[in-house]
């Protein structure tokens, strides 16, 4: 008797599945100022793994939200730590004190002392592999995951697009789970990344439109109505001064942005500000005008951060059903193989 399309689906990603300790191989992406205890514990309760955004949040705003979501979610979720947070040891404490399952290290190269303590605490981590030869070092450094995110994904973003990078690492790196990220919003394109060897999938786009998710009722509405060629990357001006794309719904804001680096590669010439110090101001502005977007719904000025994959978004559905869609997409897929 040949398997049913769950069956095969399984199969397919029992690797993310058995790292992950859940039903479906499928990480939240960490969005600042979404992706906390709500969404987190929506995405595990129906079956995936959440994943708490720290970003700029203190050692003791981190504790509070681990605790808040472990009362709301009895399942596995994760943290996501930003290498460049001047607390980031404070915060791996934190994080084992707790006993959080899975850390996810972002932003730039994590500092092996950091990979080892989590390791030695006894946490699983996740990496990004921007590149084969970062994804092999980052491996040799310890890593017990990695995610490969294409440049379609929202937020900052590299040169480089998932399935390209796909092709370059998943057929390379067989030693650990490979969950893939950027531009996936429906069940097929999970299947087709799964049957190429990547162990699950990472989804941030898609889930914002989640009931559950905190994020303000204008922000939704902007993603429902947004098509992929309105999520488009910030442009770099000054060559000498480099500055990570940012993918975003064009508004208001990205103008708003433009002047900022102007102002700020001003400053960095005139020798007010070090190379460090200008890219803090810009990653400040950032936070500040993703916050004004997500919780006060300012969808003019603030910053409407999100995937091309918005364009599929075409309404706010509670997550069980967000999963049971990309599911029922996935088994028909498979069904038709």
Not at 13 to 27: P, Q, V
Not at 124 to 129: E, R
Not at 156 to 171: C, K, M, N, Y
Not at 294 to 309: K, P, R, T
Request: net charge negative; hydrophobic share 45%.
């Amino acid at each position: 008797m040949s398997a049913t399309p769950k069956q095969r689906l399984d199969q397919l990603w029992a690797k993310g599945r058995d790292f992950l300790g859940t039903e479906y191989a499928i990480l939240g992406g960490a969005m600042s100022w979404i992706s906390e205890r709500h969404l987190v514990s929506a995405i595990s309760n129906a079956g995936g793994f959440g994943v708490i955004a720290c970003g700029a949040m203190t050692p003791e705003l981190l504790h509070g939200e681990i605790v808040a979501t472990k009362a709301m979610t009895d399942k596995p979720f994760g943290v996501n730590l930003i290498t460049m947070h001047p607390d980031l040891d404070q915060l791996v404490d934190i994080c084992l004190e707790l006993n959080v399952s899975h850390v996810v290290l972002a932003g730039g190269l994590p500092p092996g002392a950091a990979i080892k303590k989590l390791k030695d605490g006894g946490a699983k981590v996740i990496c990004f592999a921007p590149a084969l030869v970062l994804a092999k070092r980052l491996m040799r450094s310890g890593a017990d995951a990695l995610v490969i995110e294409g440049n379609e994904a929202g937020g900052h973003i590299g040169p480089v697009s998932t399935s390209v990078l796909a092709q370059e690492i998943l057929p390379n790196i067989t030693d650990v789970p490979v969950f893939v990220a950027g531009g996936i919003g429906r069940g097929e394109t999970i299947v087709s990344y799964l049957e190429l060897g990547a162990a699950g999938v990472q989804l941030g786009t898609r889930l914002v439109c989640a009931s559950e998710c905190i994020a303000h009722e204008n922000f939704k509405k902007a993603f429902i109505r947004a098509s992929a060629r309105d999520a488009v990357p910030t442009v770099q001006i000054d060559p000498r001064f480099p500055v990570i794309p940012v993918r975003a719904i064009a508004n208001q804001g990205t103008e708003e942005f433009m002047n900022t680096q102007r102002s700020v590669i001003e400053k960095h010439n005139a020798g007010e500000l070090n190379q460090q110090e200008a890219q803090l101001e810009i990653e400040h502005f950032w936070a500040g005008a993703l916050k004004r977007a997500v919780i006060d719904g300012d969808v003019e000025g603030g910053s409407l951060m999100a995937g091309q994959i918005v364009g599929t978004v075409k309404s706010e559905q509670p997550m069980v059903d967000i999963f049971s869609e990309l599911m029922e997409q996935a088994y028909a897929s498979l069904n038709a193989r």
